[in-house]
């Protein structure tokens, strides 16, 4: 079953230092997000991104976050300046018709920021 | 988006039958009602979703109140790997914004 890969699965990185967190989505899928998850909180969204384009963002995504469709398969995450706050999960997911818009999650990737 | 309702935790004997309650009291004509799971340490996963109608698939059923202001989520036979926090979600039909907004969800013990 096809599935949405993300790597590292666990990045450390010092505070002030960019981190670029990747995913590979569902290959014939069209719409791409961001959420992530605070240790103990809910999930929430960050980006969507469809068309080579931000379709639409949340608070949580400031100038420090931004996103990239660099090839066919590829869909990064990169945060300029990591604080503290930023340690988290993040869960790429893709979805594929707009109508039934079933989200598909990776596993995630940790982000521990020190 | 609307608003749903759902009990912090539930708990549930392995191999019987679990009944997942969600309010949706102000539910939209156009939301459809959708459940995610997310087991220990992984991602959101896709569980099922409907409109009006009662749903079945392989993982569970939907039921939908008449007046669609309720739903429950009903595995028929709980296994150890049905531990899970369950979402119970209202998505709007095609209005471009396509985030889902996770709550706090249901969390799910499955006692052996």
């Known amino acids: 079953e096809p599935e949405v890969t993300q790597t590292p699965s666990h990045q450390v990185t010092q505070m002030g230092q960019e981190v670029i967190l990747r995913c590979v989505p569902i290959?014939?899928?069209?719409?791409f997000y961001w959420y992530r998850q605070i240790l103990g909180q809910k999930v929430e969204f960050l980006v969507s991104?469809?068309?080579?384009?931000?379709?639409?963002k949340s608070e949580i995504f400031d100038d420090q976050f931004s996103v990239e469709r660099p090839d066919g398969s590829n869909f990064t995450l990169k945060i300029r300046s990591t604080k503290l706050e930023d340690s988290a999960m993040y869960f790429c997911?893709?979805?594929?018709?707009?109508?039934?818009?079933?989200?598909?999650f990776g596993a995630g990737t940790r982000l521990s920021v020190l | 988006d609307a608003k749903t309702t759902q009990p912090n935790s539930m708990e549930s004997n392995e191999e019987e039958p679990v009944h997942l309650p969600c309010n949706h009291s102000?539910?939209?004509?156009?939301?459809?009602i959708h459940w995610y799971r997310q087991l220990p340490s992984q991602g959101p996963e896709y569980v099922i979703h409907?409109?009006?109608s009662n749903v079945n698939n392989r993982m569970a059923s939907l039921a939908i109140a008449e007046d669609r202001k309720s739903s429950t989520l009903i595995l028929h036979r709980a296994t150890l790997r049905d531990a899970a926090v369950y979402y119970c979600?209202?998505?709007?039909?095609?209005?471009?914004?396509?985030?889902?907004?996770f709550g706090s969800g249901t969390r799910l013990q499955v006692q052996p």
């Open positions: 290959s014939n899928h069209l719409y």
């Open positions: 409907g409109l009006t």
């Open positions: 102000t539910i939209s004509g156009t939301d459809y």
């Open positions: 979600i209202l998505r709007a039909m095609d209005t471009g914004r396509r985030a889902l907004t």
């Open positions: 997911a893709s979805s594929g018709t707009l109508a039934k818009n079933i989200q598909y």
């Open positions: 991104f469809y068309n080579n384009e931000i379709s639409e």
